[in-house]
T-cell receptor, first 112, second 114 residues
Framework: GQNIDQPTEMTATEGAIVQINCTYQ??????LFWYQQHAGEAPTFLSY????GLEEKGRFSSFLSRSKGYSYLLLKELQMKDSASYLC?????????????FGIGTKLQVIP | NAGVTQTPKFQVLKTGQSMTLQCAQD?????MSWYRQDPGMGLRLIHY???????DQGEVPNGYNVSRSTTEDFPLRLLSAAPSQTSVYFC?????????????FGPGTRLTVL
């Protein structure tokens, strides 16, 4: 099975930088995703990491260390619209199929 | 492309009633999944399918059935609704393979069982 841990809540100031951490334990690792979910809406894809290192996409970056079972999502120049839940999800091979398991999500509140 | 569509958006059932949540995608994705999302629990996988005619159980399959007769459609059936099935249900689709493809989610069905 899998175990994915991320903080349940975080608060950060508009214009600042925030880092949301995610740790996981799995076998057959096939990649790690970050999704954004605004209240009352469906999750939307932010990033994907399968190799170690940093992936940058505009104000958002995601980092992966497979040996440590660790990832983080970095949000720069925070805006009020970034207030949302951020879901860490791990894909792995189980029973011959790729399965994706989600963490409980980190609810980020951006304050003025 | 409409992406992933789900119907209905909202539903209220009485305990013991049955119903089917509909999900369809027009991206020709092989993989489709059903999740439920509850406060403090995150998204939990109910059932998934890796292609037409192939389905398997996820983490929380009890009380739900699925079938996949076409690539496009993946309905979720509640056999006898219980209050514990009150939740938000999301259908998702993606392509498999190295690179694992992002999942595309439908807008969700908000189900209340009284």
């Amino acid at each position: 099975g899998q175990n994915i841990d991320q903080p349940t809540e975080m608060t950060a100031t508009e214009g600042a930088i925030v880092q949301i951490n995610c740790t996981y334990q799995t076998s057959g690792f096939n990649g790690l995703f970050w999704y954004q979910q605004h209240a009352g809406e469906a999750p939307t894809f932010l990033s994907y990491n399968v190799l170690d290192g940093l992936e940058e996409k505009g104000r958002f970056s995601s980092f992966l260390s497979r040996s440590k079972g660790y990832s983080y999502l970095l949000l720069k120049e925070l805006q009020m619209k970034d207030s949302a839940s951020y879901l860490c999800a791990v894909s792995d091979w189980r029973g011959g199929y790729q399965k994706v398991t989600f963490g409980i999500g980190t609810k980020l509140q951006v304050i003025p | 492309n409409a992406g992933v569509t789900q119907t209905p958006k909202f539903q209220v059932l009485k305990t013991g009633q049955s119903m089917t949540l509909q999900c369809a995608q027009d991206m020709n994705h092989e993989y489709m999944s059903w999740y439920r999302q509850d406060p403090g629990m995150g998204l939990r996988l109910i059932h998934y399918s890796v292609g037409a005619g192939i389905t398997d159980q996820g983490e929380v399959p009890n009380g739900y059935n699925v079938s996949r007769s076409t690539t496009e459609d993946f309905p979720l059936r509640l056999l006898s609704a219980a209050p514990s099935q009150t939740s938000v249900y999301f259908c998702a689709s993606r392509q498999p393979g190295q690179g694992a493809g992002e999942q595309f989610f439908g807008p969700g069905t908000r189900l209340t069982v009284l």
